[in-house]
């Protein structure tokens, strides 16, 4: 079965650390641009990190700049979420994403595989 499962969320203080992951069930997953998003409630869904099929370009939201650090493992078929210094504005419902397109694609049109989210939450 074709699927993306979440995990690593939980409540954390600000300014602390919590790292996320996504165990992947697919073919080829070493040749698959993967992206992380969130949704806060009453928000729309916003992109937060792209990382490209091979590990070594990656790209990220204005917000998390300096702070997250997306990765993954091929062998492992696994792509990791390293967050830090995470702030109340963080809370968060946060999705692991197949992307469709090898650009690391922002927009969640481009996205067409959809894991079933972790929640964060950071307490001020």
């Known amino acids: 079965q074709v699927q993306l499962v979440e995990s690593g969320g939980g409540l954390v203080q600000a300014g602390g650390s919590l790292r996320l992951s996504c165990a992947a069930s697919?073919?080829?997953?070493?040749?698959?641009?993967m992206g992380w998003f969130r949704q806060a409630p009453g928000e729309e869904r916003e992109f937060v990190a792209a990382?490209?099929?091979?590990?070594?370009?990656?790209r990220y939201a204005d917000s998390v700049k300096g702070r997250f650090t997306i990765s993954r493992d091929n062998g492992r078929n696994t792509v990791d979420l390293q967050m830090n210094s995470l702030k109340p504005e963080d809370t968060a419902v946060y999705y692991c994403?197949?992307?469709?397109?090898?650009?690391?694609?922002?927009?969640?049109?481009?996205?067409?595989?959809w894991g079933q989210g972790t929640q964060v939450t950071v307490s001020s």
């Open positions: 990382i490209s099929r091979s590990g070594l370009s990656t």
């Open positions: 994403a197949k992307s469709r397109i090898p650009v690391m694609p922002t927009s969640t049109l481009q996205y067409d595989l």
């Open positions: 697919l073919r080829a997953f070493s040749i698959i641009d």
